[in-house]
């Protein structure tokens, strides 16, 4: 049995640290990872909201950014108390991320994006369904509309890695310059959706700049780790980003230039940024792809990388 709406809301920030244990009364595979976030500045306490009913939570907001003095990078956690109704636990959220994002988020700016967390089968498990629908639907009152779902990939040790084939070289590349050139090249015929979204706003260049100086500029693993491949003859093919983050090793970013695409250098590309990664003795590889990009979904999983969950991503005008 399902309870009605609460008739009195007080939505507010958590007051710091010591309030974690109150946001975390509801279950959330980040909540473990929310005292370092704090700590580390990932987090404020001011972008992690609670809406309480007599000091129960029944919902909670959170956004993320990606490191100390960023504005907020995405919305990663918006969780209803799944003891409400359908009808109530989506007002809540839309009353809740209306109050928090005015507060938080900068006047005048493109909110952004909403990402949520769902397990691959979601759709085929009706509770797990409706609680998903519930929080894009909140998210949807408040303007948002969804871009893409995507795979978030993971690879373990013990999957076999494939050898060099010898016919492409790897290189490490050799700083901004070269990397965001290969980048403004690669968004020719992308199918990925956020880089679609950029192009629809800005440049190539700037899109490629945009992301070396955003996500990149964030890593703390060598950078001798990021690889150009290369033909015989020194004409670069594609490269591949292979980095730590702030939680896990990952390929961070792979392309093909368009004029080789079709031939198969995916699978190369992918493979060396594996082998770079599983050469440092990592407990595990993160990817991600959008689910429509069907030729990066395959290569991943010729390459030995699971769908450990999906996301869906919805964002704002």
């Known amino acids: 049995m399902t309870a009605a709406a609460p008739h009195d809301l007080t939505i507010r920030p958590i007051s710091g640290p010591g309030e974690l244990d109150l946001f975390n009364r509801l279950p959330h595979r980040f909540n473990e990872e929310f005292a370092g976030d704090l700590e580390d500045g990932r987090r404020r306490s001011g972008w992690m909201w609670l809406a309480l009913d007599g000091g129960r939570p029944v919902a909670r907001a959170a956004w993320w950014g990606r490191r100390r003095g960023d504005d907020p990078f995405v919305l990663d956690v918006l969780d209803l108390d799944d003891a409400l109704d359908s009808p109530a636990r989506v007002d809540i959220g839309e009353r809740l991320l209306r109050t928090a994002a ?24 009706p509770e797990v369904r409706r609680g998903v629908e519930d929080r894009t639907a909140a998210a949807a009152r408040t303007g948002a509309r969804m871009m893409v779902e995507r795979l978030r990939l993971e690879w373990r040790p013990g999957t076999p890695v494939p050898p060099p084939t010898g016919r492409l070289s790897f290189r490490p590349a050799a700083g901004r310059e070269e990397l ?53 003859g020194g004409e670069p093919v594609g490269f591949v980003v292979a980095a730590r ?48 990009n069907t030729p990066m979904a395959a290569a991943f999983r010729r390459a030995g990388y699971t769908a450990s969950e999906h996301t869906l991503e919805m964002v704002w005008p």
Do not use: K
């Not at 880089?195 to 500029?217: C, I, K, N, V, W």
């Open 180 to 232: 965001v050139g290969l980048m403004t090249r690669v968004l020719e015929g992308t199918l990925d959706a956020y880089s679609r979204d950029d192009l629809a706003r800005m440049t190539p260049e700037q899109a490629a700049a945009g992301h070396y100086d955003g996500e990149f500029a964030g890593f703390r693993s060598p950078r001798e780790w990021w690889r150009v491949a290369e033909l015989p």
């Open 245 to 292: 983050n702030a939680y896990n090793p990952v390929i961070a970013y792979l392309g093909v230039l368009p004029e080789h695409r079709g031939r198969g250098w995916i699978d190369e590309v992918l493979a060396e940024g594996t082998r770079v990664l599983a050469a440092e003795g990592v407990p595990r590889i993160r990817a991600a792809t959008d689910t429509t």
């Open 102 to 125: 005015a507060a938080v988020l900068p006047a005048g700016t493109r909110p952004p994006p909403y990402s949520r967390l769902a397990p691959p089968d979601w759709r085929d498990r």
